[in-house]
């Protein structure tokens, strides 16, 4: 008895173990584009390595639905793949379309591009990027998690251990996961859920490897339309700790899959406090916090476009970091 209780007491004097730093990626945009035919925009394996290069350990790949049955696009899709997967990063596979098909086509969807992958491709699965056009504008998130809570299972038929993303209604924004504020509401099964979070609560939560795929941007409305920061005073209801505190209460890991305040140019005055604190929040909650992929890497954007990541044409294969990226990565 007495070894039991000293080996017990060993165990408990033992250093918990800490949780792994959060990734540091990049969305590479191209594939997403419309109108588009052959992938003609996607990224290539060249530009997945220059943003590997650039510190970036993380990737997340928008796409559309029509590229599985386009040969060309699809297999550049395939190769961006293989390209991060053999430098170690995995890749967030983005279905980006705004939209909420009904739950077995989204099953189906998500078999056959598992199918189309080589076997083994480290890849998680975001769902649907800003999801909308449920059938009750009114209470969409109640729609919303009892959908998704099928699909995690349908997919799990075919793919039990794929890390699998969710998006939700209203921009999945970070704040309408989780927002303390309305916690009285929440709380009582006679009101709407005015949160994603609420809603999950009320179906038993969506089962193992599930992440929060949230957006977050900083400028007036929060749509990632402007350069120029909002220069209201933050709310702590809405900051990435909050959000990180909504997944740690429901168990969960969370991704900031969209996020934004700079470019290649430099950071905007009024974005440069904004962006500090969100990396401050996120190495601050590694427990919650699995990492974020900023907004606007890929060489289909134009060179002005006020989130552009990557420097200008002609620069980029012998390019160093901008310090917009060094702050990103830590570098």
């Known amino acids: 008895m007495i070894r039991i209780l000293l080996?017990?007491?060993a165990l408990a004097l033992l250093p918990s173990p800490t949780a792994a730093a959060p990734l540091a990626g990049v969305n590479l945009s191209g594939c997403e584009f419309k109108g588009v035919l052959n992938g003609a925009l996607c990224p290539t394996p060249d530009d997945v390595r220059f943003s590997i290069g650039q510190g970036f350990r993380l990737i997340r790949l928008p796409f559309k639905s029509a590229q599985l049955d386009d040969a060309k696009a699809w297999a550049k899709i395939r190769a961006a793949v293989?390209?991060?997967?053999?430098?170690?990063?995995?890749?967030?596979l983005d279905r980006h379309e705004f939209r909420w098909p009904p739950v077995e086509e989204q099953v189906a969807f998500w078999k056959r591009v598992l199918a189309a992958l080589p076997a083994g491709a480290d890849?998680?699965?975001?769902?649907?990027?800003?999801?909308?056009?449920?059938?009750?504008?009114?209470?969409?998130?109640?729609?919303w998690a009892r959908d998704t809570k099928a699909i995690v299972a349908g997919i799990r038929a075919f793919a039990p251990r794929t890390e699998i993303l969710v998006e939700w209604p209203n921009y999945s924004a970070t704040f309408r996961?989780?927002?303390?504020?309305?916690?009285?509401?929440?709380?009582?099964?006679?009101?709407?859920?005015?949160t994603a979070g609420c809603a999950?609560?009320?179906?038993?939560?969506?089962?193992?490897?599930?992440?929060?795929?949230?957006?977050?941007?900083?400028?007036?409305?929060?749509?990632?339309i402007k350069a120029a920061c909002s220069t209201k005073t933050p709310n702590p209801a809405t900051s990435i700790a909050s959000f990180a505190e909504g997944a740690r209460k429901r168990g969960m890991k969370a991704y900031v899959t969209e996020v934004a305040w700079g470019s290649w140019r430099g950071v905007p005055k009024s974005c440069a406090g904004r962006g500090a604190a969100f990396l401050a929040d996120v190495a601050a909650n590694p427990d919650a916090i699995a990492g974020f992929t900023v907004w606007g890497d890929g060489p289909a954007w134009a060179e002005n476009y006020i989130f552009r990541v990557n420097p200008p044409k002609g620069a980029s294969p012998t390019a160093t970091a901008s310090a917009y990226v060094r702050s990103l990565t830590g570098r």
């Open 7 to 9: 080996a017990a007491l």
């Open 82 to 92: 293989a390209a991060a997967n053999a430098a170690g990063v995995p890749v967030i």
């Open 123 to 143: 890849v998680k699965l975001d769902l649907m990027n800003e999801p909308k056009g449920f059938a009750d504008p009114r209470a969409p998130y109640a729609q």
């Open 177 to 194: 996961f989780h927002d303390p504020r309305v916690a009285a509401i929440e709380a009582d099964p006679r009101r709407t859920c005015p």
């Open 200 to 224: 999950l609560d009320r179906v038993g939560g969506f089962g193992p490897n599930v992440a929060l795929s949230g957006h977050r941007y900083f400028d007036t409305g929060n749509a990632g």
